[in-house]
């Protein structure tokens, strides 16, 4: 006798609602802990649970793996800081540190206070509503953030100043400085230690004047001012201002509670940045925003800030009017298609006269990891999906090259 058949897979709208379902319960049970009189129902375990989490969720437990890093009590954090950061300034019941170690060689080393995972409360949701903002920042340190810090450490050079050597002669007479001027600007790993320039000198042309050439051979200008937007914790504008050569990051969001947390970041890491100056903004997208901020960064930076549509018209014209507009401006922002959302939101990029650039492959790690996850060669990550989880690099500026 033959053996019974197998029995079919569950049709795809019947396994969009299982999926959907699952999320609900995920929901409840992350509501319904907040209660003491709260109890799994029976026969139910943590393991079990755990498994249905693993069914839908896209997130893990450590992203891209990028950047090497411990968790750290928060008790011992305030111990190793001695008395720039009081214990008081920190929930300690809801808080949590990562320790980053910065690539490159040296010794800097970065710390991030964020939330626990799953800390999340009713009123972090009321503040979104009553703010007309998103709790997203809140949740957790996301995989494009780590992914923007990753590829900002690996192209530092666009944050500092470039060299612009205006004639063949000129050419000449700089490679015949010899080996005691190297003809770079100043390369650095850490800002600690570094001497500060008079504002609108550069590197660069600080050496070509010690040689007498004065603004003959020059830069295009000091290093770079760099804003960061929908923060969250702040790891990407934190580790520009910590590894390269900006000269003053701004790091915002549009959640109050994220930009207290922003602010407690720049005060613990205070003396990683070095003469680097760097302040929180709570920034909102709808709102006005200063006239001091207008046209005066020179980059931009963002992860995954693309997936509200409601938000993409005002995202597009904060760009457009903080953006420097000038050729060596731009917009960098690293965030996974979400469906259509970030192919709608580069139609309201070009609606408002800016170009813009996609590269889906654009570091050899990132993309190897991609690749692995993809395959699912990897199990760290059981739910990777490309639409929702592979940040796509897009870069924005006034003109096209």
Partial sequence: MDPSPSPSPAPAASRGASDANLRWGILRRALLTRSSSYSAPEGTSNEQQNKYDSNVSRKASRGFNLLEYQSLPISQLTNSLGNSVHEDDLECQKDVCACYKLPGGGSSKLNLVFRRED??????????????????GLVCCWPSEEVLAYYCINHSDNFRCVMAVPSAESSRTVRGLGKGFSGRPYPRLCNAGRPRLEPGTCWLQAGFNSFGFGNEIGCSGWSKKVLELGSGYGLAGLVIAASTSADEVVISDGNPQVVGYIQKNIDINAETFGETKVKSMMLHWDKEQPSEMFNAFDIIVASDCTFFKQFHQSLARVIKSLL?????SQAIFLSPKRGDSLDKFLEIITENGLCFELIENYDPTVWNLHKKYTADDDRAWPNYDEEHCYPLLVTIKFFSE
């Fill in 119 to 136: 800390s999340l409360e009713l009123n972090d949701i009321e503040a979104s509503n009553r703010y007309n903002i998103d709790t997203t």
């Fill in 324 to 328: 420097k507009h000038s050729a060596t």
